[in-house]
């Protein structure tokens, strides 16, 4: 996912499609509304993000911050958020769209496109069902990109501050880099409730944390290291995609695999033997291997080995590839292979 850094927040975000229709009515100049008064929890990023247009509330003036928010109206904010040139998709038809078709299919056609998530992780049927917590930080994740988040702590500390979410838990990555990052917090009984819905008042505040967050590391960030992605000639990119687990772990990047599976493999060659000269090839031959198979109806595939002493994760999601490189002696309660074994899924 490409964060266009160079435009305004308040240019991408899209206002808040009422539910079950797609039809956005301006609020007052000053974000206010009849049924949100100042002592509500929600107030200030609520009427933050409606001066912003971000949000809209309904015609009689109010907001409803309780309603739910449905998938489709989410995904279109996190598509409109993500890419300044999709805020005009909704006058745009979409590829397989019909007459009859959904107000939210140009949105959800590119989110898949995006890669925000794939059809086996948010069905298209879902668009007018609310929103539940794991995918909304599925695509949360998604826009974050390959942003290092809370450096200098281990992902295992993170997890274990969540209760009700392991290693088994579907969308653990995304729900945990999102919890790391500030985004999305948990309940105070610790738990994170990945199946809880969201509600329009939550939505509001999700995506000013994420403004904040994002526009912090924009301001932080040294000038040097802005430079776009899409300005780099590079097919493998070599950096931590989270937080270090631990320090030492090795993370080779690869986006948009499938169109140059040959450069890519080049270039990863090279590196590999560079960094990992005695297990290079060795990782390089698995790769292939693994790369060259089918992927599951969601496009995701994942592979666990040894190679020598270092722990190897290899995961596919969609068109990018992953190999994470872990420092020999590494253990953790998502690493359940032994050496010799190879333990492989595709889904």
Do not use: C
């Not at 309603?67 to 745009?92: H, L, Q, W, Y």
């Not at 392991?166 to 738990?191: C, H, K, M, Q, W």
């Not at 899409?230 to 937080?243: C, R």
């Not at 960094?275 to 031959?285: C, F, K, R, V």
């Amino acid at each position: 996912m490409k964060w266009h850094k160079k435009i305004r927040w308040q240019t991408l975000l899209v206002l808040f499609p009422l539910l079950w229709t797609t039809i956005a009515v301006p609020v007052a100049a000053e974000g206010r509304f009849t049924d949100l008064t100042s002592d509500h929890w929600a107030f200030a990023p609520v009427s933050r993000m409606a001066q912003t247009g971000i949000i809209s509330g309904y015609p009689d003036g109010s907001f409803r911050a309780g309603n739910a928010v449905s998938t489709g109206e989410f995904i279109k904010m996190a598509i409109v958020a993500g890419d300044g040139e999709n805020r005009a998709i909704g006058s745009r038809p979409s590829a397989h769209a019909s007459a009859t078709d959904h107000w939210a299919a140009p949105y959800y056609d590119a989110g898949i496109t995006a890669e925000h998530f794939t059809g086996f992780d948010i069905g298209r049927r879902s668009l007018d069902h609310p929103i539940t917590r794991d995918k909304m930080a599925l695509i949360v994740n998604a826009l974050l990109g390959d942003r290092p988040i809370a450096e200098g702590r281990p992902y295992g500390e993170w997890l274990n501050e969540i209760r009700d979410v392991n290693s088994r838990t579907p969308y653990e990555y995304s729900i945990v880099r999102s919890f790391a990052a500030g985004i999305l917090t948990g309940y105070p009984d610790g738990t994170f409730r990945p199946k809880g819905i969201l509600s329009r008042a939550e939505a509001a505040v999700v995506f000013s944390k994420l403004e904040d967050y994002l526009t912090l590391e924009e301001e932080t960030t040294p000038e040097a290291e802005r430079t776009p992605a899409e300005e780099k000639d590079l097919f493998v990119i070599i950096g931590s995609v989270m937080t270090s687990e631990p320090p030492e772990t090795l993370t080779f990047t690869m986006h948009d695999y499938d169109s140059f599976p040959d450069d890519t493999l080049a270039e990863l060659g090279f590196l590999l033997k560079q960094y990992l000269p005695e297990q290079g090839t060795a990782i390089e031959s698995a790769f292939i291997d693994f790369s060259a198979k089918p992927a599951g109806p969601g496009r995701q595939g994942i592979r666990k080995q040894y190679f020598g002493e270092l722990p190897v994760l290899m995961e596919r999601v969609s068109s990018t590839l992953r190999i994470f490189v872990f420092p020999a002696g590494y253990t953790s309660r998502t690493w359940d292979t032994v050496p010799g074994q190879i333990n492989e899924a595709f889904f």
